[in-house]
Structure formats: C-alpha cells, structure tokens
C-alpha cells in the first residue's frame, strides 16, 4: 500500500538558516508527489509538485526514487516560511495519500 | 473566483447521533474528495467522486459513512451513528479533473466533536 512518511513533527530553524522538511514514501509504481501547506488560519494549499519542477517561494524539491524521498528545502528560511507542511502521494488520479506533516517554526 | 465552502464549520453531537456536511465545489471542477484529518494526522481520503460518480471510497467506513454528489455538483458526507473516534475535521476538496496536473483546492473544513 501507498505510504508517506514525515519523520519530524516540529522543525524549529532560525531565520536565514537553511531548512529541509524530510518526505519518504513507499510505493510501487512512478509517483507523483506534492507538498502542500497550511499557514495559520488558511486553508489547506498546493506549494509545489514534482511534475512542475517548479520553485515557489525559494522552496523546491527533488525527486530521488533510489532513496523513494521528496524532500522540501529552501536555502535561507524566512518567519513567513511557519506553517505546517504537508507531503502527499498521488496514485495516478485517485488514492491520494497524505503524509502526517511537519510543523516548521522560523524563529527571529 | 469563490472557494469551495463547507458548512457548517463546527458542530458537536453525542455518539449515536447523526451528522452530515456539505460542500459546494468551485464552479467547473468535476473532481470532488472528502477526507478526514484526525488531530496530530494529515488528511486521509475518504471518498474521490468524479461528476456524480465514485473512483475512489475504500477508505470509507460504509457501515456509518454515506457520500453523495448528486447532479455532479454540491456534495453531502454523512455519518450514522457517529462514534468518539469520528471527532475530526472533515476536509472538501475539489480540482477541474483527475489527475497529477490538477491543483485539490481545500474548504476551511468541518470541525466535529462526538462527545
């Protein structure tokens, strides 16, 4: 079964200093997969997706089947950056499969 | 454009009770998913439609969990009896299809206490 591991609940850094939210996942096909975040008192929202190889608010991720990680990193965090971050899994269109999510704190 | 909405945003019941919510999706998009996010969890799907009918409800608990979309549009999730362990918050979603390239924009969610 589809399974995606976080393995911290909090990350705390300070401002300026690198951060990367850890994304493991368990799946036997070619997985499509996603980080979304939730900011305080916002809904839950796409940040970025694999297939788009895109940057969005200096985060990216890559994609490294051998090692089955998506993980999250920006090179200088911002206090704006807090929220809590989720890793999802997406089974070809349905059985979208979230992680348990990592809170970030960026401190002053 | 107007998100999708949920209502209501809270509610609290005793086990044994009914509960039901509804969404209304964002206008054109044919995918819809409900998913319960238990404190400390991320969400998990419960049930995926497209237009009115179901991809995907294998995690849905079909002994006391209903979903329906009727005219492909608004979508009800209901549950009888709730149990302590449904106390959650119950996510709509919706995109313009399935699919990788298809962005789930989220409601603000149902916060449910069973008491």
């Known amino acids: 079964a589809q399974r995606v591991t976080q393995p911290e609940k909090l990350l705390s850094v300070f401002k300026g200093a690198p951060v990367e939210l850890k994304c493991n996942y368990s799946y036997s096909g070619s997985p499509e997969l996603f980080w979304y975040v939730q900011y305080s008192r916002q809904r839950l929202q796409l940040l970025l997706r694999?297939?788009s190889r895109e940057s969005i608010k200096g985060f990216t991720a890559d994609l490294n089947k051998g090692e089955t990680s998506f993980h999250l990193k920006k090179p200088f965090a911002q206090e704006e950056d807090s929220a809590m971050y989720y890793c999802a899994l997406d089974n070809y269109g349905q059985n979208f499969v979230f992680g348990p999510g990592t809170r970030l704190s960026v401190l002053p | 454009e107007a998100g999708v909405a949920q209502s209501p945003r809270y509610k609290i019941i005793e086990k044994r009770q009914s509960v039901a919510f509804w969404c209304n999706p964002i206008?054109?998009?044919?995918?819809l998913y409900w998913y319960q996010q238990i404190l400390g969890q991320g969400p998990k799907l419960l049930i995926q439609?497209?237009?009115?009918?179901?991809?995907?409800d294998s995690q849905l608990p079909k002994d006391r969990f209903s979903a329906e979309r009727l005219k492909g549009v608004d979508s009800t999730l209901k549950i009888q009896p709730a149990k302590l362990e449904d106390s959650a918050v119950y996510l709509c979603a919706s995109s313009f299809n399935r699919g990788s390239y298809n962005e789930q924009f989220f409601g603000p969610g149902t916060r449910l206490t069973v008491l």
């Open positions: 206008s054109g998009h044919a995918t």
């Open positions: 694999h297939i």
């Open positions: 439609f497209q237009n009115n009918g179901v991809v995907d």
